[in-house]
């Protein structure tokens, strides 16, 4: 039987508490131990020892499934640091100011507009990500609301 991968759960604890992200832990177990992990083994022991998870799902901010080459967009990022502050959860760095000022240009481009606007997210398009004019009475959030919501498919 292998030896187990994990060394002290203390010094993960520690690191986890820290902040400290699973690839940066990945990296440290190779430079310190000389042994290969993955950012899932720290986080199926992070699910283990009944720490909390550090993501946020908030399906009213981010009701589509995002594809991989839209999650570095400003408005996907924005969102999901919306649904930490909504959580509870703390914004690291300048992402207080940042949120702040992401929200402060939609409304003021809504406007200019002559109204509000929401991000709206069509995955075939170039950037998925885009503002639209806010359908009175249904898109009462920082969000289109879509039609139809598979968060494993994207939306209808």
Same mark, same amino acid.
């Given at each position: 039987?292998? *030896?187990?991968?994990?060394? @002290?759960? %203390?010094?993960? =604890?520690?690191?986890?508490?820290?902040?400290?992200?699973? /690839?940066?832990?990945?990296?440290?177990? *190779?430079?310190?131990?000389?042994?290969?992990? +993955?950012?899932?083994?720290? $986080? /199926?022991?992070?699910? =283990?020892? &009944?720490?909390?998870?550090?993501?946020? $799902?908030? +399906? %009213?901010?981010?009701?589509? %499934?995002?594809?991989?080459?839209?999650?570095?967009? #400003?408005?996907?990022?924005?969102?999901? #640091?919306?649904?930490?502050?909504?959580?509870?959860?703390?914004?690291?760095?300048?992402?207080?100011?940042?949120?702040?000022?992401?929200? +402060?240009?939609?409304?003021?481009? &809504?406007?200019? *507009?002559?109204?509000?606007?929401?991000?709206?997210?069509?995955?075939?398009?170039?950037? &998925?990500?885009?503002?639209?004019? *806010?359908?009175?009475?249904?898109? /009462?959030?920082?969000?289109?609301?879509?039609?139809? +919501?598979?968060?494993?498919? &994207? @939306?209808?």
């Amino acid at each position: 039987m292998p *030896a187990p991968k994990m060394q @002290n759960e %203390s010094e993960f =604890r520690r690191w986890y508490e820290q902040g400290r992200t699973y /690839n940066w832990m990945v990296e440290e177990y *190779a430079r310190k131990y000389h042994i290969e992990t +993955t950012p899932t083994m720290f $986080s /199926n022991y992070r699910r =283990r020892l &009944g720490l909390p998870a550090r993501s946020v $799902s908030d +399906t %009213s901010l981010v009701p589509w %499934s995002v594809r991989p080459e839209h999650r570095r967009e #400003q408005h996907y990022i924005m969102l999901t #640091q919306e649904a930490r502050r909504r959580a509870g959860k703390p914004l690291k760095g300048d992402k207080p100011e940042r949120l702040e000022a992401w929200q +402060t240009k939609i409304a003021e481009l &809504g406007e200019k *507009a002559g109204g509000r606007l929401v991000v709206h997210y069509e995955p075939d398009l170039h950037p &998925g990500f885009r503002l639209v004019p *806010a359908r009175e009475g249904i898109d /009462n959030d920082l969000v289109r609301v879509p039609d139809k +919501t598979d968060r494993r498919g &994207g @939306n209808e």
